[in-house]
Structure formats: structure tokens, C-alpha cells
T-cell receptor, first 107, second 114 residues
Framework: KNEVEQSPQNLTAQEGEFITINCSYSVGISALHWLQQHPGGGIVSLFMLSSGKKKHGRLIATINIQEKHSSLHITASHPRDSAVYICAVRTGNQFYFGTGTSLTVIP | KAGVTQTPRYLIKTRGQQVTLSCSPISGHRSVSWYQQTPGQGLQFLFEYFSETQRNKGNFPGRFSGRQFSNSRSEMNVSTLELGDSALYLC?????????????FGEGSRLTVL
């Protein structure tokens, strides 16, 4: 049983396209995180959400607590956005992670 | 401000040995959490420390342990290493003790068990 499900697993896009990555979870959460991992391992936190919507540059993250669903949108995608995007939820005393979405943006 | 520092970055051990990994959080951050990442299982939560106390623990055997010092630096130890312990071990720090707050990750320690 996976507490966090992400889709799609793999995504290839042309530069400039609008991208959406989805995350569904089955547990009650105190926070949801979107993480970015480039080849080599380093992880960067993009957003932490407990409600509503956040925007940072070309990235937008939304969460619907009632539906237990979050989306990460990338507008005007660029090759430097190529990375693995991971959804993580915190339940209070546990963290659960999605398996990640591998994004490749082609010039 | 310096980021989260993990040492060593790479290490190779043999089965049965033990290993200690270190994590220095961002200055002023008092919460440190540890994670294991493998190709098969993905990211998994190991444990979290705040003010030298383990607050939460993931579903890992007792061979995995950790501690936090008064300066907030943290160490994790894996005893009696198994081949399956080969992984990238990541730590993250947060400024607060609550259950929310952005995570700041280190570059990780890549452990290979032969």
C-alpha cells in the first residue's frame, strides 16, 4: 500500500510546454512538500503546502485537502527543469514519499 | 549562510562493518531528519531529532540509530552492514520543532556495501 501516489512516472516535454505533475495521498497530513532532485542526488525543496496555492517564478503548487490531491505546474518549461520531482507528505510523526516523476524537457 | 553539510560524501564498506555518517545543519536550525534513498524503495524516512531528542522514527531495524548533539549536529550509525544498506543517505534540517516548515537537504552520503 502506497500512502503517496504520483503521476506520471515519466514525462517528456518540448521546451515552452506547460507541465503538470499530480500527487494523491491516502493519509491525513500536516504538510505536503514538493522536492526536486537533479542527477547526482542533491534535493531541493520547492514548496511546502498545508492549504491553497503557492507560486514561485514559473512553478505553481496547489493542494486540495478534501480531495487529498496536489499538483505541481511548470509554466514555459525549460531544459534546466529536467529533474525528478518528488511529492512528500508529513502526517505528524512520519514522512511518506512518492516514487517521483522523471521530467525531461527537450530544447 | 552555509547549507547543510554531510560527511563523508562517498564511502565503501564491507558486510558486517559499521558506519557513522555526519550531518551539520544550517546555523540556527534545531531539527534534523535522516532519509535513505535506494533505486528499489525510493526515499524513506529514518528518524528525526530536535534538541538532542529523537522525536520520530521510521520503519527501520534497530541497526539504524542516530543522535543529535547540543550544537544540533547529528550523526547516524548503521551497524552490521548488509548489502541492502547500500544507498544514498540524506539529511535535512528545519528551524522549527513543529510538524511544518521547509526542509533543507544536504548533498547526501553515498554508501556502498560490498
Amino acid at each position: 500500500k502506497n500512502e503517496v501516489e504520483q503521476s506520471p512516472q515519466n514525462l517528456t516535454a518540448q521546451e515552452g510546454e506547460f507541465i503538470t505533475i499530480n500527487c494523491s495521498y491516502s493519509v491525513g497530513i500536516s504538510a505536503l512538500h514538493w522536492l526536486q532532485q537533479h542527477p547526482g542526488g542533491g534535493i531541493v525543496s520547492l514548496f511546502m503546502l498545508s492549504s491553497g496555492k503557492k507560486k514561485h517564478g514559473r512553478l505553481i503548487a496547489t493542494i486540495n485537502i478534501q480531495e487529498k490531491h496536489s499538483s505541481l505546474h511548470i509554466t514555459a518549461s525549460h531544459p534546466r527543469d529536467s529533474a525528478v520531482y518528488i511529492c512528500a507528505v508529513r502526517t505528524g510523526n512520519q514522512f511518506y514519499f512518492g516514487t517521483g516523476t522523471s521530467l525531461t524537457v527537450i530544447p | 549562510k552555509a547549507g547543510v553539510t554531510q560527511t563523508p560524501r562517498y564511502l565503501i564498506k564491507t558486510r558486517g562493518q559499521q558506519v557513522t555518517l555526519s550531518c551539520s545543519p544550517i546555523s540556527g536550525h534545531r531539527s534534523v531528519s535522516w532519509y535513505q534513498q535506494t533505486p528499489g524503495q525510493g526515499l524513506q524516512f529514518l528518524f528525526e531529532y530536535f534538541s538532542e531528542t529523537q522525536r520520530n522514527k521510521g520503519n527501520f531495524p534497530g541497526r539504524f540509530s542516530g543522535r543529535q548533539f547540543s550544537n544540533s549536529r547529528s550523526e547516524m550509525n548503521v551497524s552490521t552492514l548488509e548489502l541492502g544498506d547500500s544507498a544514498l543517505y540524506l539529511c535535512a534540517s528545519r528551524p522549527s520543532s513543529g510538524y511544518t516548515g521547509e526542509l533543507f537537504f544536504g548533498e547526501g552520503s553515498r554508501l556502498t556495501v560490498l
